[in-house]
Structures are given as structure tokens and as C-alpha cells.
């Protein structure tokens, strides 16, 4: 495909889910935008992340689909309809699934472009104009390499930005939240022992200890952050179980207000889950700790990140729903107190 656009083009991303593959396509929407400035991007989307999306200037509109719209002739038609209506120039689909693919092909983009198999599956690529076969690395480089067809300059690996602009109400219940539990910003480790796959868990004991002992190191305060009632409960022992003043519990939080709490702390420390990368695009150094997915190809995104991963069984085929987290038991506290200390004096030499 030639570059032949003008400079406003009309753009679909379609990244449906979940929250933390949508956030490591921001970088390649910011590319998009930097180059087009004054071109018009639409997301579709069938999770939560789209409360973020919205809140993004570079992206024109947000559509949030439900799930099992494929299923729904009604809603198909309507949704067809509503996408037709746009006009688009430009389809993109990062997520690589015969149902993403169909809705680039519905929206009647003049120019489809998604991944080779097997970056993508279901016989995706046979919706697409260009299936681009990716040579990257990192996931977020390998979306970014989406662009090539366009003739667009393509950012170096790992350099990509994200482009995060924080909402001014953000910033104002970020504050207050952190006000409201006795926390300065700058002041404190954002901790997240939750993850959405019991092999991606690191034991909650470990956490508590890496916080009393960086308490008692580095007076460091930690603030540990949860989603739903299970994950409260595993932060709340965490946190009467650390032996420390400085360990306190957050405020509930949406999405937006997270990410408030987030951008304000010295590193984040967990797995590799949608808070660590919403920690790197709102430019929060992250301690991320990995087993059953690879850091190299899933990691925080960018060079100033600390992942830590002794074990991969990132290619075993039960890692969703398996309970062995050996991977991630391979971790020892010391690595991560390592960790915190390689980045504590990083900072301390860029300040």
C-alpha cells in the first residue's frame, strides 16, 4: 500500500480488550497522531478500558462494543451501520482475531491492516489488505510496526511514547485521595499483589516482607492498591501484615483515579498485569515481576524498567487458568529489594 492519504484521515483501531494490551497500543495511536495531527482516530473496544480511552485527546471517539456482538444480527447491523456512516480511511487491528478483523472488513475501510499468522490467528489476515509480519520484540514495537504500510517514520524500540495527558479531575482525586490516607506523592512504592492469572501471583507474604524491609532500609512508604472484594481482602493482610507504619491501604479506585495514584508514586511493584502498564504510560518506573508470560515480550514498555524474571513457562498452554505459580515463587524477596535499590539509585544519579 502506498502512502497516499491526505493529512486527516479517518482511522479505526480496533483492540478490543483487555485492559493492558489496549494501553500498550496507545503508543502506536500516539505515533499515528504525531505523524497525522490533524487526523481522526476511532477505538473500538468491549471492555472497561474504554473510561481511559476517552479521557485520551488523540483518540476522535471511542465505540464500546459488547461481547458476543457477532452473535447478534440486530446489533451487527447497527453497528455496521454506525461505522459505515464514518467513512474511514484507514482500518488497524492490533488484536489479531477473526472477530476484530470482521470489524475492520464491516466498517469498509478503504485500507485494511492487521498481523501475519501467526501474530494473528483465526485466518484473520485473509480481512486484510497488508498483513505485516512483525520483527520486533516487544509487543508494543511489534503494533507500532502496523504503520509500515502507511510509509510512516517508525519510532526506535522501546522509545515509542505514550502521549498520556491526565485530566485535571484526575490530578484534583488523585490528591485528595492520597491526602486522604496520610500519603505524600513522590513518597511511596504503589504496590499490587493481584493478578488476573493464578500463575502470574506473587505470594502475598513476600510482598509484606519487601515492604517492611523497605520501610526500615529506605523509609519508603507503600501504598497497596486492589480492584475487587478478593483482591482487598489479600491487600488488607498484606498491609496489617508488614509490621509497619508505612504501609497503608488505597481508596477504591476506578480505572482513572488509579491511574492518578499511579503517575504519583516513586515505582510500581507487582506482576504483569493492567496496572503495570497503565504505571508506564503515565511515565511510573516499574519493578515488574514475571513467570508465565515473557518480560521481553509483555514487559513495561520502555528502558527505564526493572523486570525481574528467573523462570519463563510462558509457552505452557494451561497458564491461564493453572494454580502452579512456581515461575513466579522462583522470585526471591532479594531480587526484588535488588530491584527497588537499582532504581531508588538510578533516581537518586538522574535527580
Not at 162 to 168: G, K, Q
Not at 288 to 311: D, E, N, P, V, W
Amino acid at each position: 500500500m502506498k502512502n497516499n492519504f491526505n493529512t486527516n484521515p479517518k482511522i479505526l483501531i480496533v483492540r478490543l480488550s483487555a485492559i493492558g494490551d489496549c494501553i500498550e497500543t496507545l503508543p502506536m495511536v500516539a505515533t499515528l497522531k504525531r505523524h497525522w495531527p490533524d487526523s481522526r482516530i476511532t477505538w473500538l473496544v468491549d471492555c472497561g478500558v474504554d473510561a481511559i480511552l476517552k479521557t485520551q485527546p488523540m483518540i476522535s471517539k471511542v465505540i464500546r462494543v459488547k461481547k458476543g456482538f457477532l452473535k447478534r444480527p440486530s446489533e451487527l447491523l447497527s453497528l455496521r451501520k454506525e461505522l459505515l456512516a464514518e467513512k474511514f480511511d484507514i482500518s488497524i487491528d492490533p488484536q489479531g482475531l477473526f472477530k476484530s478483523a470482521a470489524l475492520g472488513w464491516l466498517s469498509g475501510a478503504k485500507h485494511r491492516i492487521g498481523f501475519a499468522s501467526p501474530q494473528s490467528r483465526e485466518k484473520a489476515w485473509w480481512l486484510y489488505h497488508d498483513a505485516v509480519e512483525p520483527q520486533s520484540l516487544h509487543l508494543v514495537d511489534r503494533q507500532i510496526e502496523l504503520l509500515k504500510p502507511l510509509s510512516i517514520p517508525l519510532p526506535p524500540a522501546q522509545e515509542a511514547p505514550f502521549d498520556w495527558v491526565e485530566p485535571t479531575a484526575v490530578s484534583v482525586e488523585a490528591e485528595s485521595m492520597l491526602k486522604q490516607i496520610g500519603v505524600q506523592p513522590r513518597s511511596y512504592l504503589c504496590v499490587n499483589a493481584s493478578a488476573g492469572w493464578p500463575s502470574r501471583v506473587w505470594p502475598r507474604e513476600r510482598y509484606a516482607e519487601v515492604i517492611r524491609e523497605s520501610s526500615d532500609s529506605y523509609q519508603l512508604n507503600s501504598v497497596v492498591i486492589w480492584g475487587s472484594p478478593q483482591e482487598r481482602e489479600t491487600a488488607e493482610w498484606i498491609v496489617e501484615n508488614s509490621g509497619t507504619s508505612r504501609a497503608f491501604l488505597a481508596p477504591p479506585t476506578q480505572l482513572m483515579s488509579l491511574s492518578g495514584i499511579l503517575k504519583r508514586s516513586i515505582a510500581y511493584l507487582g506482576s504483569d498485569t493492567g496496572p503495570m502498564h497503565l504505571s508506564a504510560a503515565v511515565g511510573t518506573r516499574c519493578i515488574a515481576l514475571f513467570g508465565s508470560t515473557r518480560a521481553s515480550y509483555s514487559g513495561a514498555y520502555g528502558t527505564h524498567h526493572i523486570c525481574i524474571q528467573k523462570i519463563d513457562t510462558s509457552e505452557t498452554s494451561d497458564k491461564r487458568s493453572s494454580p502452579d505459580n512456581s515461575a513466579m515463587k522462583a522470585i526471591s524477596v532479594e531480587d526484588v529489594q535488588k530491584g527497588i535499590s537499582t532504581l531508588l539509585n538510578s533516581k537518586i544519579q538522574s535527580d
